[in-house]
């Protein structure tokens, strides 16, 4: 693991290295991890933080398999929702052919972004709140064909989490953990804020990379103003939501974003994710290989992203911020990674900030899943 954590913030892979990071993989009882560098840069008179077991950190798109898919699971396991179902039988979307199984798969035509803190707002000067948010995706004209292909979606998993609160009693959040947090025991997990125990880890410098996104069009078309928003952060985000239509829109607490979590708490999550496909977790086997097995596009299952390599087949998601975790049924093992690589650049201004060119997540992720299966291999013995 030392080695992994190394090449993270080293020199040999693209882009800028993240200031910290740590990896860590469970198997067997037993974990083993490594980390390296700091949680937080330093600053005048402000000693750095260094990254380390209890660091909590912003999940960001980890959110839409450990929140949103974890408690659709439930949920299906249970006989409350079918995958199949139309997901206007629970909420306003912008085709009523649409069926949750489309939304979890990115097959939905849905646009993969859009600054909804620009454009929700039910009237002008309002302030906008998940409910205006969601009737805005609901009605937002789609991008692309419906089922013609994979487009990743964030408004799609805005979607899926509005159906977790009408189906799990009204609040995302609450919803979540009564569905996954309190029966995974993800006791260091939730949503807009850390839990308090452990250093925090920075993310980016404010909201530059969605206000860069907004003025230049790429890497999605969208049509706002970004100079008509009042509310851009410039401060270095700590126990921040990173993400900006969840900190803005949802109030920390959205479907594609808003979970703070821990190196233990995500390898718990892909330990019982494991198990439950080896017909031992909190959710039946047939429901966890429903909602594992790859469906139209092979590294896409119903939410959960899904890596084949030496390892076999690793089964879990990316974050925005550095982050990953997955399963390891072959190995009957789970592996997580944080690092805070949206934290490269934490002097200078947002404008310099988003140009900065961060290390990418995947790039990272495929290093770790080697890392991970030689440990493991190893562990394993002949």
Do not use: C
Not at 174 to 198: K, S
Not at 225 to 248: I, P, Q, T, Y
Not at 321 to 330: C, M, Q, T, Y
């Amino acid at each position: 693991m030392a080695d992994a954590v190394a090449a993270l913030v080293g020199d040999t892979l693209e882009g800028a290295p993240p200031p910290g990071a740590l990896v860590a993989v469970a198997a067997g009882g037993t974990i083993a991890y490594a980390s390296t560098g700091h949680a937080r840069s330093g600053a005048a008179g402000v000693p750095p933080v260094p990254m380390e077991w209890a660091t909590r950190t912003d999940a960001g798109s980890v959110s839409k398999v450990m929140g949103t898919t974890a408690a659709l699971m439930t949920l299906t396991d249970t006989g409350r929702i079918s995958v199949d179902d139309r997901a206007a039988r629970y909420l306003p979307v912008p085709d009523p052919e649409i069926r949750l199984r489309d939304l979890l798969e990115h097959r939905a035509g849905l646009w993969e972004w859009w600054p909804l803190y620009l454009s929700a707002a039910p009237a002008a000067g309002a302030p906008v709140d998940a409910s205006a948010a969601l009737a805005f995706v609901g009605r937002l004209p789609q991008r692309h064909r419906p089922g013609a292909a994979r487009h990743y979606s964030d408004l799609g998993f805005m979607l899926l989490g509005g159906v977790v609160a009408r189906v799990g009693g009204g609040r995302l959040d609450r919803a979540v953990g009564e569905l996954v947090l309190a029966p995974y025991g993800l006791a260091q997990t939730g949503y807009a804020a850390p839990i308090p125990g452990g250093p925090v880890a920075a993310s980016s410098h404010g909201d530059g990379i969605e206000r860069r996104m907004i003025t230049t069009g790429e890497p999605y078309p969208v049509t706002a103003d970004a100079d008509a928003f009042a509310g851009w952060r410039r401060h270095v985000l700590v126990g921040e939501v990173n993400d900006g239509n969840a900190f803005h829109a949802f109030d920390g607490v959205a479907g594609h974003a808003g979970l703070f979590t821990t190196a233990a708490d995500l390898l718990r999550f892909g330990s019982v994710l494991s198990d439950s496909l080896h017909g031992r977790g909190p959710v039946r086997r047939a429901t966890a290989e429903l909602f594992a097995t790859p469906g139209a596009d092979p590294g896409q299952a119903l939410g959960l992203r899904v890596w084949d390599g030496p390892w076999g087949r690793a089964i879990g998601h990316t974050g925005f911020p550095g982050v990953a975790v997955a399963a390891l049924p072959g190995h009957g093992a789970a592996v997580a990674m944080v690092t805070n690589r949206l934290h490269a650049a934490p002097t200078g201004s947002p404008e310099s900030a988003q140009r900065t060119a961060f290390r990418p997540t995947d790039t990272m992720w495929q290093l770790v899943l080697s890392a991970a299966d030689r440990h493991l291999t190893e562990r394993e013995g002949p």
